[in-house]
Structure formats: C-alpha cells, structure tokens
C-alpha cells in the first residue's frame, strides 16, 4: 500500500514537471485514481517504461501510433490529422473534440468554393480550438463555418489575422488573445452570435471592416492602442 502511494505521488510529479515516470502499462492500469482521489491524474499522460524526460509522446507522421521513445500506444480511432501550412499540422480528437494547431510561421488561405479550410467536414466534432506558439498569422477563412465551436485560444505568437478567420461561427462564445496580436482582419467574427463579451488585448492596433459585424457583443472596451477602425466594425 505503501509503495502505491509513493508510485501515485512520483507519477504525478512526473507528469505536472515533465520528469520520466517508471512502470509498466499494467501498473498504470492497476492504479485506483479514484479511490485515492487523484481525478488530477485521469487525463495525465503515462510515460511507462521511458520518455526520457519528455513530457510529451513523439511519433513519425500523422499514422505512427507508436511513441518513438516509450512504445506508448495512442487511439488512432479517434484521430484526425492534415496540414494548414507550409509549416503547421493539425489534430482533431473527435472524443475531446479539441482541434490543435501547432508548427511554425503562417496558416493557408481558403476560400469559399474549391479551396475551404479542412475542418469543415469535420466541423460536429469541434467545440474547442487551440492554436500553438510559433504560429503567427491566422490565414483567410480559416475556421470558418465551424458552427459547433465554442472557444479559441490563441498561441503567444499570433501577430496578424486574415479576413473571415471565424465568420459565421455561431457558438462561439469565448476568446482568449495572445498580448502580441496587432490586428483583426474583416469580417473576422461576423456572425459570431454567442460572442457576447470580448477583451482585446492593448497591443491591437487595426480592426478592419465588419470584424464583429453580427456578433453578440453590446458594449466593447477599445484599448488605447487601436489606432485604425473601419466600418461598421460592430
């Protein structure tokens, strides 16, 4: 009993710090999260046998299901992946329904016939997005039309926006900007009815045509640093 104690507290220390955590698939197994009342732990990644440190798995393309350093095996099943950039992939969990994107540099541009943004035959499966660091401008049309989706969280690094990044995402209804983005593009959150309150952050400078055109919001506090509106941005 003792040493299950001792193993539960190592393992979430290894988890919160990134540290390696020692054991073998069945010992993870074995743990009683809930009788010990650790519910912290039920969403924690497992490093058995050896991630060296890592606190996350790694794999060789979108299809290995096998993490190179520990053999941890993630559920493919539930797992969609594609690119959005020369340089920036993306993963759709379709239990969570989380949508992560993570590289470097700047997203695609899409339009509206031919050429739409990849999520959105996806879109029933998408209520919270989260775009990574190193990301730093979100292209045209992005997200949009992705109308089950409740929350964005931007990455630090997010700079500049296109146009109709998130028109006519009706449920969206939380924000959460960067401190370095400067500018929000046209028609960006037009039609966002759920999108009641907004914080912007004091480093926007340019809101362009239409941004929040449509949207739910009432009152918005303008920082002192906008410099340039356009029309009928509410």
Known sequence: LCWLRGHIRSYRSSCRLGNNSR???TDKD???IDEWGNEDLTNAIWHYNSCFGSAEHTYDGNTDADCNECGYVRDLSVLVFGTCGNNISWELNTATKVLKLTGTGITYNYVNVGNVNPFIEHRANIKTIII?????HLGNRLFRGLTQVESVKFGKDVATMGYEVFYGDTALEKVTFNSKLTN???LSFY?????ESIALPST???IANRAF???GLTTVDLPNSVKTLGYEVF
């Open 30 to 32: 074995s743990i009683g």
């Open 23 to 25: 054991g073998s698939q």
């Open 213 to 215: 055109k449509g949207s």
């Open 184 to 186: 929000i593009g046209a």
């Open 191 to 195: 039609g966002c009815t759920a999108l």
């Open 132 to 136: 990574g660091d190193g990301i730093t």
């Open 204 to 206: 926007v400078k340019d």
